[in-house]
């Protein structure tokens, strides 16, 4: 059996590491739609911890658009590191209540942001969506030209919106096996890959969801996952994010231990970045990593 790294956080376009990884492969064919079709505005939705926000803000500024980020929830001050990285990239900040913030893809609430901030290349929470897609499936290219892929490889990648994974599932195209690690609690994200597929006029069947490795949710943890990340780190010297690749790759160890993969299985771990929620997390629980 072989486990190779993915490194995709080494994958951005600047200095600024807030927009490297699979939020460069999301953006990517979405910055040249909008550049075309003469937009100097993008608008998004997003958490206030939000890698997308943060990266949107840093594309924004990097391309010569300006950008408003709809944030969910109150404003509360002074601003997380997150969202001060969006003020300082120029984005302008808006904060909708969860209510509202609910109903952000309804046509009424789009009308009253366009009235209020002009017109935007609107994108989704996340940036998840067809041009998404397309940038991802670059990633399988990449993997085909660095290694052999067939019927023995497995693709793991952590997930949010489930985009990542969903380009990933068309870019290997029914062949080998594309585990899915949520790092929200619940069982929609099955669905959420299903529907963006189905978008997509595919109905490929080679993934899985491995739903057990969300240690409680979103932005939660336990004492094992800290001390995980910390030892991973030193080990390999490959840093993970709190929020996501911590427990793709907890979750991808655990499953070797436990005899989950066939002899001469290939796993190739994506690492999509999401480094600058270390920030967030170090604000919110210190440099010691856990409050626990």
Known sequence: MQVLIKRDDLL???DDLCFCGNKWRKLKYNLIQAKAAGYQQLLTFGGAYSNHIAALASAGKLFGFSTV????????????????????QGMHIHYMSRSE???????????????RFGPAYVLPEGGTNASA?????????????????????CVAVSCGTGG???????GMAGQ???????ALKGDFMAGEVEQLLAGEGTKWDNWTIQADYHFGGYAKHKPELVKFMVDFSQQYGVKLDPIYTSKLFYGVFDLIEKGAFEVGTKVIVVHTGGLQGIRGWEERFGTGGSPL
């Open 133 to 153: 897609l397309q940038g991802v499936e670059e990633l399988v290219a990449e993997l085909r030209a660095q290694t052999v892929i067939d019927e023995r490889a």
């Open 101 to 115: 913030f609910r109903r952000k893809q309804e046509a009424e609430v789009l009308r009253q942001l366009e009235e």
């Open 12 to 14: 951005h376009p600047s």
């Open 69 to 88: 980020g709809i944030i969910r929830g109150e404003e509360h001050l002074p601003l997380n590191p997150t969202l001060q990285h969006a003020h300082e």
């Open 176 to 182: 080998g096996q594309v585990m899915g690690f949520p």
């Open 164 to 170: 990542t994974m969903a380009g990933i599932i068309l």
